[in-house]
């Protein structure tokens, strides 16, 4: 999904990330890189958002329980999987406990209906 403008850093990875964003869970060179983006992009602000008003409707109805562990995992799993496939990125881990992040963008022509 994109706006169709150029941009430093394209659409369909500032949407792939914006949950990392949200949740701060991006280094600050990235988060920087991002909040530039949205700064530049209606389109991506717009679902930015979208998406921070979920995640506050979530913290206000699901405030009170915690989820256990092990589902919580499972979902940072799901979701990790899922933004690796989505935004083509690729994350390798080092036995020293660092990862490092590839991300590779593809250009995908959008026609109107």
């Known amino acids: ?14 949407l792939a990330e914006v949950w990392l964003f949200l949740d701060q869970e991006c280094d600050q060179r990235r988060r920087q890189k991002l909040e530039q983006h949205l700064d530049e992009c209606g389109h991506c602000l717009e679902q930015y958002g979208i998406e921070e008003q979920i995640k506050i409707l979530l913290a206000r109805k699901c405030g009170g329980d915690h989820a256990p562990d092990a589902l919580k995992q499972r979902l940072r799993d799901s979701i990790r999987r899922t933004v690796l496939e989505q935004a083509e990125v690729t994350v390798e881990y080092h036995p020293e406990g660092g990862s490092s992040v590839e991300i590779r963008s593809r250009r995908m022509e959008l026609t109107e209906d």
């Open 1 to 14: 999904m994109s706006c169709g403008k150029p941009h430093e850093t394209p659409c369909n990875e500032v």
